[in-house]
DNA sequence: ATTTGATATTTGTTATAACAAATTGAGGGT
DNA sequence: ACCCTCAATTTGTTATAACAAATATCAAAT
């Protein structure tokens, strides 16, 4: 009722950047944690306690609480029935799980990206993709790291369905844990950035099928090299107990 | 390492029910608040304040503050800028969506279930089926709404994927402030009455493809009806205002 | 050495108070 | 009527204190 009424004295039409109103601390607090998840500096079952965080970052208990809280409510974080909050550890049978409501979403997500994508994004992509390779060939593995998710959701967005690619940001926090897991022995990304190569080409051609194709071997072949490090770790962790 | 050893001093064997371990207050009044939400109690775009919630299940702030950011931070409730919370509004766009995304994961889930699905659970579906049946032609809908719920995740749970149950869930219930809305002139449920024959005929034949169809349908011709309700309102709505 | 029990410490939970920002309402001027 | 201004109220934010439950520590007893 109030944005289209002749308003002479209003600001209507100044289209100010709205001021940088700072975050809250609890906000703020969520902000840092989330980037540490994603950054994998946390371990997998790591516990964090409310006062640890509220003395790490110097606020009080209910900012810090906040924060842990909804990091818990978005499945990000593990809360278990006494309160305490720790990082998710994954079995194979969860990795198994969410590695098919990956595959259903960002499946979704690309076959809309490629009936809408602009060719702008489409050479903004292709951009990321070649940073990557070069990344790739100087063995610079954190940043691949971080231009493979750029590239992934660069396309996701051009779905221009932003609900989704919330959805989907969750599930890859909720993987990037194991980040520094897999990190050390990550060999042969080469197939990977094959498969990216598939996947540019699908976005030229705007086919929606080859594109989600492509995204589902991806995630796929990134699921079963996790599921052989979990599966090498829990040998390793078994025979070091029987000695 | 707890549960083979000897320790006859444990109580191994004996099987207690752990003691009813009462919830916190911030977890009962999320109960509270969910069940009021998908009961359709509030009107869609109506502002929930902390102080308000606290007063009306009688608790001081915190557990009434941790409760209303859980469920914004699920999504299931929208918190705007200046920290309030309100139920979302589904504009046209929001609702197609939603109706992707839910495609997306419920044929996931019907697929998954349609492979795994025990005999007993097929019988108890069929049964929930009959009673939403009995219920439709004494034109009670209220208990055709909830039976459809109980309908639609007998089966979603057979997948036994309980994280993309959750998932299912919370899409579910950003739907459910608009019961309301669609409630009154829901006259022809004849067509998912049917259509859930055909789900239930699909289950019998264990047929991944089928049930996952027929649940495609099922969640379109929802979502058709309640963008016709939307549409009219906002007609009627405009055409109020130019009076 | 292992177990038990008591004590100390940590940790989650919740109410309250104080503050700041946003919203509302009334009154006065154009 | 409309717009502005200023005060009053509402509302979100955060720190703190007090309590309870869980966990860890340690000494004594078997």
Chains 1, 2 share one sequence.
């Not at 909720?174 to 990216?196: A, C, E, K, R």
């Not at 991806?218 to 699921?223: E, K, Q, S």
């Amino acid at each position: 009722m109030n944005e289209k009424k002749g308003a002479e004295g209003s600001l209507a039409g100044v289209d100010m950047a709205p001021i940088g109103r700072s975050e809250t601390l609890g906000q703020q607090v969520r902000t840092q944690l989330a980037s540490a998840i994603m950054a994998g500096r946390f371990k997998p079952g790591q516990k964090l306690t409310i006062r640890a965080v509220a003395a790490a970052l110097d606020v009080s208990l209910t900012p810090a609480r906040e924060a842990l809280y909804n990091l818990a409510a978005e499945g990000i974080l593990e809360m278990r029935s006494n309160g305490s909050v720790y990082l998710p550890t994954l079995t194979s049978e969860r990795i198994v799980e969410l590695t098919k409501i990956r595959t259903a979403l960002e499946a979704l997500a690309a076959r809309e990206a490629a009936l809408r994508i602009t060719d702008e994004d489409i050479a903004h992509i292709s951009r990321i993709n070649d940073l990557m390779v070069a990344a790739n060939e100087r063995k610079d593995y954190a940043s691949v790291m971080e231009l493979n998710w750029e590239f992934h959701f660069a396309i996701y967005r051009a779905s221009g369905m932003s609900e989704l690619v919330r959805m989907i940001e969750k599930r890859w926090m909720m993987n990037s844990s194991y980040l520094n897991v897999i990190y050390p022995s990550f060999g042969q990304m080469d197939q990977g950035i094959n498969n990216h190569h598939t996947m540019v080409r699908a976005l030229h051609s705007r086919d929606p099928e080859r594109l989600a194709s492509a995204v589902v071997i991806d995630i796929n072949f990134a699921a079963d090299t996790l599921l052989d490090m979990i599966e090498a770790q829990g040998t390793e962790r078994r025979q070091k107990a029987q000695r």
